[in-house]
C-alpha cells in the first residue's frame, strides 16, 4: 500500500461504546485514499478488540501506548501518520460519507 493521501486519527481511551460506530463511517467514505489510525491509549475496555475487527481492511491499523492522556495520543497519531493532511476523529464520533473528500477538496 502507497502513501495515504489522509491519514485519520482517533484518540481512544475505554471508548468501546461508540468505537465501532466511528470507525464504521470512517470507512464509509466517499473518499478512500486513507489510512485509519487507531491510537489506544491504554485503555481497560474492548477498545482493542474492537479495532482488531476490522484488521481486514489494510487501511485500519491500531496502536497502544500506556494512559497520556488526549493530547499524548493525538501527538502520537501524528508520528505515525504517513500522509500529508491529517484529520483527527474522537471515538464517539461519526462523519458524514463526503465528509473527507470536501475537507480534501478544501485544501487541493
Not at 470507525?23 to 486513507?34: G, P
Not at 489494510?58 to 496502536?63: D, E, G, I, Q, S
Request: charged letters at 20%; glycine letters at 6%; a negative charge.
Amino acid at each position: 500500500m502507497g502513501q495515504p493521501q489522509v491519514s485519520v486519527v482517533i484518540p481512544v481511551w475505554n471508548g468501546e461504546r461508540y468505537l465501532k460506530q466511528a470507525i464504521e463511517s470512517i470507512l464509509a467514505q466517499d473518499f478512500v485514499d486513507f489510512e485509519l489510525l487507531v491510537i489506544d491509549d491504554g485503555s481497560t475496555d474492548r477498545s482493542a478488540e474492537i479495532v482488531s475487527a476490522f484488521a481486514h481492511d489494510p487501511r485500519v491499523t491500531l496502536h497502544k501506548q500506556a494512559n497520556g492522556g488526549v493530547v499524548a495520543a493525538r501527538n502520537a497519531g501524528l508520528r505515525v501518520a504517513r500522509a500529508e493532511f491529517v484529520a483527527f476523529l474522537d471515538a464517539d464520533d461519526i462523519l458524514a460519507a463526503e465528509k473527507l473528500a470536501c475537507c480534501l477538496a478544501a485544501f487541493t
